[in-house]
């Protein structure tokens, strides 16, 4: 049986809400049971990692940027990344980024053991007991400057 076939059973209102579903097309049958896996929805555990790159599914913009960052990225040292369903983790000996491509920008989300106080970044989250998360928003080439590569350089030492 199926995973979709035990979530969504044979109720009439989910032919309704997922009529694609019911056509039988075995390649999108295929994709939403990895959509129902990614959301959890049927007690798995395990954490999902999506076939689709999601580099590919970006604007070139938005991939250029990417670029760019992580050839500023080389300069610290050795960056390795994971692809993930919606997100690149950047990680030196642990994870010290997370990058979003968000068709022509990038969502950058980096971690330090003190909280920044800036106009550029628009959201940061408590993690830890020393430990908080900064999100800004990188719309082009010039964003990247002096500024971001220093809290960059600094998460990157800290995740040694």
Not at 6 to 31: C, H, M, Q, V
Not at 85 to 95: A, D, F, Q, V
Not at 98 to 116: E, N, T
Request: include cysteine; glycine fraction near 4%; charged fraction near 25%.
């Amino acid at each position: 049986m199926q995973i979709c076939d035990r979530i969504l059973g044979s109720d009439l209102r989910a032919e309704i809400l997922f009529p694609d579903y019911y056509t039988n097309n075995t390649p999108l049958r295929k994709r939403w049971e990895e959509i129902l896996i990614a959301s959890n929805m049927y007690g798995n555990s395990q954490e999902y990692v999506s076939l689709h790159d999601p580099i590919q599914v970006t604007t070139l913009s938005g991939q250029t940027l990417y670029a760019h960052l992580l050839s500023k990225l080389e300069t610290l040292g050795p960056v390795h990344e994971v692809k993930k369903s919606m997100s690149i983790t950047l990680e030196n000996c642990k994870p010290f980024a997370s990058v979003m491509i968000r068709g022509r920008s990038l969502k950058l989300v980096f971690r330090l053991d003190h909280k920044i106080t800036s106009p550029r970044i628009f959201s940061h989250a408590r993690v830890a007991d020393k430990s908080f998360d900064h999100t800004i928003l990188l719309e082009s080439r010039s964003d990247m400057d002096a500024e971001v590569l220093k809290w960059l350089g600094e998460a990157y030492q800290n995740s040694k």
